[in-house]
């Protein structure tokens, strides 16, 4: 157990490094910021004043050692907009993240016990067929894709909802649905397969021989059994959560670490763009992280792998 | 003697997977008394444990169906009952002992709160009442410090410990009848003698009937007061269980006896039926035993024998038809 913690201690540390790496040279590669944040007419001396200044002269490599030898220590340098902290203004920005994320999965998990467990009692049903059909469509739907959905539907049609921002309640509605729809979908399955699986044990059938009604049946001895594997499931898919907060941020402008990456994107804010991959990149591995042991400490076999 | 405690009358039971159909289950009769331990064997597959499931109306739902026949328990019967009616016969009227004691009980509640639920379904207690009745009961089935047994979880018992939990759940409300499927079949040797003789104790007393589903003769000839031999789906041979052994009538039945250990130590080799039980959906005109048995007829692969009876003893064979002559 504890090698496999530790060897997935040190893949988490690689996976983070291995992105990092990757997210600086495409920003470099893909242009240099210099021409966004100096006038049209600037001189030659200007651009290379700022570019001297910004250290973007010398060559990649030395950039590259400087920025890990910084990023190790937390150090991602100052927002070339703002000229705040980057970690910080990143950080700053997470409390909005995890508050989408956070609504959504609360949404999710509400709406998708009950239906899988329903669809399961009621496997091969109609009502089953339609669930198990939404599930499928709602994971084939890019979270994205389903924003300007909602957006067209609520906002451009209905116009009974802000199509983005911030500051009210009312203002989430639209990106927790997003957010939600996708996660939904996959509880849902989960929790289906983690009855069927439990309904069909001998002790489902002891429960009944001795006269326990429908009801408790299900929700007492039958769900508290599939309770392991939808916790398990779904904290493996956090992760998956986090990715989708992050773009339904930008479908919706909200203004969480997502939302500050795009826009840090757009003005090349190369040490913002860093610092917040980096966050996201962190999370998303100490979550995949914590499922796996978890994972591993339910399920005694994959350990052995 | 006593009446009926269970009485089935041509039973038929079918499995529906969307256009396959089979019947496991063809015209089976048979009856237990009350007081009496009435053992059904048979191989494998011969649908011993379909039966016992449509006793306690625990078939599979939506995909079984009972076409015909009837169940009549303490003179009700029971395959016309709606969900709600079998619920208050379930762990109350009749109960049940599984096979797979590992498997049977609940692995995340306590053994005390599995105990509860027939009483809290069929009993109005208190939680003190409910707690003296099941330690009580669990004293009964042998079970060393009840009252700490009672907050333990599955995995903390042994297999023979939690078959007498099992059995304690069976017993807690007193039920008329009994049904046990191969109660000790999952457990070791010694352990099953001592299920067993636990069974025994607890069929001695009162009016208990139990109905003891089992593909081992030796615990019927220890166990039971009637045996009925299930071959393939149908009742091949029924009788009194001295008599029975006595003088085996269905050469399905005499095959099985021979079988027996006991018969077998002085020959090199176990004896055993030539070939297997046939599927129900396999199962052609004529007897259903004639294409392993030895004493097989022209007239046996044409036509069905019926059950014959004498005093009570049947034999679904056509040896007992009076133009063979008997062979005994
Ligand atoms: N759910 C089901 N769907 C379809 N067929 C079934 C189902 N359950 C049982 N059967 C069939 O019914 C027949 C009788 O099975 P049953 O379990 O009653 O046998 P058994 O005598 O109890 O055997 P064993 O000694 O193995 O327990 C078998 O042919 C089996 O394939
Ligand atoms: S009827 Fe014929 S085949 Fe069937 S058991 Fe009797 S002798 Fe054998
Ligand atoms: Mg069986």
Same mark, same amino acid.
């Given at each position: ?305 | ?97 599984? !096979?797979?004691?590992?498997? +049977? *009980?609940?692995?995340?509640? #306590?053994?005390?709160?599995?105990? &509860?639920?027939? %009483?809290?379904? @069929? ?68 352990? !099953?003698?001592?299920?067993? +003789? *636990?069974?025994?104790?607890? #069929?001695?007393?009162?009016?208990? &009937?139990?109905? %003891?589903?089992? @593909? ?68 052609? !005109? ?43």
């Amino acid at each position: 157990m504890l090698d496999f913690i530790v060897k997935r201690f040190f893949q988490g540390i690689l996976v983070v490094f291995l992105v990092l790496t990757a997210v600086f040279f495409l920003m470099r590669l893909s242009g240099d910021p210099t021409t966004l944040f100096l006038p049209q007419d600037a001189s030659r001396e200007q651009i290379e004043a700022f570019q001297h200044q910004m250290g973007l002269d010398r060559p990649l490599y030395v950039q590259y050692g400087e920025f890990m030898g910084n990023a190790v220590q937390g150090d991602f340098g100052e927002s070339l907009r703002t000229q705040q902290d980057a970690l910080q203004s990143v950080l700053d920005r997470l409390p909005a993240t995890f508050q989408l994320a956070a609504a959504a999965l609360i949404l999710a998990l509400v709406i998708a016990i009950p239906l899988g467990v329903l669809s399961a009692y009621y496997r091969n049903s109609i009502f089953d067929r339609v669930a198990v059909g939404l599930t499928v469509i709602g994971q084939a739907i890019p979270t994205f894709w389903m924003g300007l959905l909602l957006i067209f539907l609520f906002a451009a049609q209905l116009k009974i909802l802000p199509s983005g921002g911030a500051g009210t309640p009312i203002h989430m509605i639209l990106p927790m649905l997003t957010l939600a729809f996708y996660s939904t979908a996959r509880f849902t399955r989960f929790t289906r397969s983690a009855m069927l699986d439990v309904l069909q044990q001998d002790f489902i059938r002891t429960a009944k021989a001795s006269g326990t009604p429908t009801f408790p049946l299900i929700m007492k001895y039958a769900l508290k059994n599939s309770l392991i594997p939808i916790i398990t499931l779904v904290a493996l898919d956090l992760g998956e959560l986090l990715g989708g907060a992050v773009i339904t941020e930008i479908v919706f402008s909200w203004p969480g670490v997502g939302r500050l990456i795009e826009q840090a994107l757009m003005t090349r804010d190369f040490p913002v763009v860093l610092a917040g991959v980096f966050i996201i990149a962190l999370i998303y591995t100490v979550i995949n992280f914590l499922a796996d042991v978890i994972y591993a400490y339910v399920n005694p076999q994959i350990r052995v792998k | 003697m006593a009446e009926s405690i269970l009485e089935i009358k041509d039973l038929k039971i079918q499995f529906q997977n969307g256009k396959h159909i089979v019947q496991p289950i063809r015209e089976v009769s048979f009856q237990i008394k009350a007081g009496q331990t009435v053992g059904i064997v048979g191989e494998s597959g011969s649908g011993k444990s379909v039966t016992s499931l449509a006793v306690m109306g625990l078939l599979p739902d939506r995909i079984s169906s009972i076409p015909s026949g009837e169940i009549l328990f303490d003179g009700k019967e029971l395959t016309k009952l709606k969900e709600k009616e079998w619920r208050k016969i379930r762990g109350n009227e009749i109960s049940m002992i599984f !096979q797979e004691p590992m498997t +049977s *009980l609940n692995p995340v509640f #306590t053994i005390g709160q599995q105990l &509860s639920e027939p %009483l809290k379904r @069929h009993r109005q207690l208190s939680n003190k009442e409910q707690k003296a009745a099941i330690i009580k009961v669990l004293k009964q089935v042998g079970i060393p410090r009840p009252e700490q047994i009672i907050h333990e979880y599955p995995h903390q018992l042994s297999g023979g410990m939690r078959q007498r939990v099992m059995i304690s759940m069976a017993l807690l409300c007193e039920p008329k009848l009994m049904i046990a499927d191969e109660p000790t079949t999952a457990l070791d040797v010694t352990i !099953q003698a001592q299920i067993l +003789s *636990l069974l025994k104790k607890i #069929t001695s007393k009162k009016d208990r &009937s139990l109905m %003891l589903i089992t @593909h081992d003769l030796g615990v019927v000839a220890e166990m039971c007061d009637w045996v009925v031999v299930m071959y393939a789906g149908e009742i091949v041979e029924s009788a009194e269980v001295n008599e029975l052994f006595d003088r085996p009538l269905h050469p399905y039945t005499r095959g099985l006896i021979q079988s027996l250990p006991s018969n077998n130590e002085r020959k090199s080799k176990l004896y055993a039926i030539q070939g297997q039980v046939p599927k129900p959906e396999q199962v052609k !005109q004529g007897c259903i035993f004639a294409n392993r048995c030895p004493l097989a007829m022209e007239k046996c692969f044409q036509e069905s024998p019926p059950a014959f009876q004498e005093d009570g003893h049947l034999s679904k064979c056509w040896l007992q038809s009076s133009d063979e002559g008997v062979v005994r």
